[in-house]
Nanobody
Framework: QVQLVESGGGLVQAGGSLTLSCIAS????????MAWYRQGPGKQRDLVAR???????NYADFVKGRFTISRDNAKNTVDLQMNSVNPEDTGNYYC?????????WGRGTQVTVSS
């Protein structure tokens, strides 16, 4: 059974930092592209950042230079380091594990940025 469990969300002031973590089980972690998505209030779910099985990363324009995604294949974890957050970063952040024809989601962790 595939499980993705996010943690690390919470309330943070604008300009602050937060690190989200996702631990995966039930998959061959190293073979999956891992990603973080977010969904703000009343908005669609958008890609924030992803890291491929070979370690290539890409980021949404709205987080470039502020967020960093990293994976640890030995621990089956993927982290999202969030710096210089602003109120627009508020939302539910979801971990995703994907490969062709397969997409698995966690339940999300809420991030709220106060101004």
């Amino acid at each position: 059974q595939v499980q993705l469990v996010e943690s690390g969300g919470g309330l943070v002031q604008a300009g602050g930092s937060l690190t989200l973590s996702c631990i995966a089980s039930g998959i061959t972690f190293s073979s999956y592209t891992m990603a973080w998505y977010r969904q703000g209030p009343g908005k669609q779910r958008d890609l924030v950042a992803r890291v491929t099985s070979s370690g290539i990363t890409n980021y949404a324009d709205f987080v470039k230079g502020r967020f960093t995604i990293s994976r640890d294949n030995a621990k089956n974890t993927v982290d999202l380091q969030m710096n210089s957050v602003n109120p627009e970063d508020t939302g539910n952040y979801y971990c995703n594990a994907a490969k062709p024809g397969i997409s698995n989601w966690g339940r999300g962790t809420q991030v709220t940025v106060s101004s």
